[in-house]
C-alpha cells in the first residue's frame, strides 16, 4: 500500500454560535464576509469568544484529506507549522489521534485558525488567521521526513510561499517521489497560471481540480479538459459538482456519477473526494474504480456538517469499499 504525506497550511478550524450579531460589530467584521485577518483581530475574536458555543477540529483542506486516509488504514503523514498555544497543541493531539504521523515545526506564537461565526439567522461569516501556517519553508522539512513515503499530497494554496513551494517539489522529484497536487482555489490558478503552466508538467504526476479550477486552468470546459491536463500529467482528477467526477490518464478517461445523498454541507467535499482516490491508487485499483471510492466518501461527507465523516460511518464506508475494488 502506498504511503502517503500530505503538506498543508495548519489551520484549526473555530466554530463559533453567536448570541447576537453585537459581537461581529465589535470586533469590525461585516457580516457573512470571508476574510483574511491579522494577529490583532484573532486576538479580539480569542476575548470574546469565551462565553461562546464553540466547536474544533483540526482543519486545512490537505490535514482533512490525510485524517480520512488514515481511517481507510493507509500510512499518511502531515506536514505543517503551529504556534506554541493551547490551539496548537490541541491541532497536533487530535491530528495524532486521528491516525496520522504528525511532523510539525513549532514557533512562538499563536498559531493559524480558521474562524466561522454563526449568527442567529444561520449566516456563517469567516474570518482565517494564517499565522505560522504561512511561514513554512522548505528547509523547516527534513529529508528524512520525506523518504518514508512514496507520494507527497500538496496543497495548492502553498504556491503563494515562495520559500516552500517549488524548493519542496524539486526535492521530492529529486528523492523519487509522485507528486499529487491539488488547484484548491480557481483564484490561486488566475493569481499564479504562468507558474502552474510551468510547473504541472514538470513535476506532478497526479492532478486533482474542481470544475472552474480546471476551465481556467485549460480555458476549455470541463470534459475537454481533464483529457488537456492528461497530457501533462499521469492522472488528472476533476470535479464536477453534482454531475459526478472525471479522471483521465492516458487514452483513457472515465466519468463516475455523484453520489445518491441527502446534501446538507458541501465543506470537505473535494478533501474527501482525493482521500477515496488516493487511497484506491495506493491499493492498485483501476482508475474508474478509484473514482468511485473518492465519489463514495464525498457523499458521505455532504450529509454532515464539516469536512469530517462521522466516526460511526467508517464500517460501512470500508464494506463499500471493498465491494468496489473486489
Not at 77 to 92: C, H, T
Not at 126 to 151: K, Q
Not at 283 to 307: D, H
Request: one cysteine or more.
Amino acid at each position: 500500500m502506498m504511503k502517503i504525506l500530505g503538506i498543508g497550511n495548519a489551520l484549526l478550524d473555530i466554530l463559533l454560535t453567536l448570541e447576537s450579531d453585537e459581537t461581529l460589530r465589535r470586533m469590525g467584521m461585516a457580516k457573512g464576509a470571508m476574510d483574511l485577518i491579522d494577529e490583532s483581530q484573532m486576538l479580539a475574536i480569542h476575548r470574546v469568544q469565551a462565553g461562546l458555543e464553540r466547536h474544533e477540529a483540526p482543519g486545512g483542506s490537505v490535514c482533512n484529506t490525510m485524517r480520512a486516509l488514515a481511517k481507510l488504514n493507509v500510512a499518511a503523514g502531515y506536514v505543517g507549522k503551529i504556534g506554541s498555544d493551547d490551539a496548537g497543541r490541541f491541532y497536533e493531539q487530535a491530528v495524532r489521534q486521528a491516525g496520522v504521523a504528525p511532523y510539525f515545526v513549532r514557533v512562538e506564537g499563536i498559531s493559524g485558525c480558521s474562524t466561522v461565526l454563526v449568527s442567529p439567522d444561520g449566516e456563517r461569516t469567516m474570518a482565517t488567521f494564517l499565522g505560522p501556517a504561512a511561514t513554512l519553508s522548505a528547509d523547516e522539512i527534513r529529508d528524512d521526513t520525506l523518504r518514508p513515503y512514496d507520494c507527497v499530497y500538496v496543497e495548492g494554496y502553498l504556491i503563494s510561499n515562495e520559500a516552500l513551494f517549488l524548493p519542496i517539489l524539486h526535492r521530492i522529484r529529486r528523492l523519487g517521489l509522485k507528486i499529487a497536487l491539488n488547484l484548491s482555489n480557481f483564484n490561486i490558478v488566475n493569481d499564479f497560471s504562468e507558474l502552474l503552466h510551468r510547473v504541472i508538467p514538470e513535476y506532478v504526476d497526479i492532478l486533482f481540480s474542481n470544475e472552474r479550477e480546471a476551465e481556467a486552468y485549460t480555458g476549455t470546459d470541463a470534459a475537454v479538459a481533464v483529457r488537456e491536463i492528461a497530457k501533462q500529467v499521469d492522472i488528472s482528477v476533476v470535479t464536477i459538482g453534482e454531475k459526478g467526477a472525471l479522471a483521465a490518464s492516458g487514452d483513457t478517461c472515465v466519468h463516475v456519477p455523484a453520489p445518491a445523498c441527502n446534501p446538507l454541507d458541501t465543506t470537505g467535499a473535494g478533501d474527501n473526494f482525493a482521500a477515496g482516490f488516493l487511497y484506491g491508487l495506493s491499493v492498485g485499483a483501476s482508475l474508474k474504480q478509484s473514482a468511485c471510492i473518492g465519489s463514495l466518501l464525498s457523499g458521505y461527507v455532504i450529509e454532515t456538517f464539516g469536512p469530517q465523516i462521522p466516526a460511526d460511518r467508517w464500517h460501512e464506508i470500508k464494506l463499500k469499499v471493498k465491494e468496489y475494488i473486489g
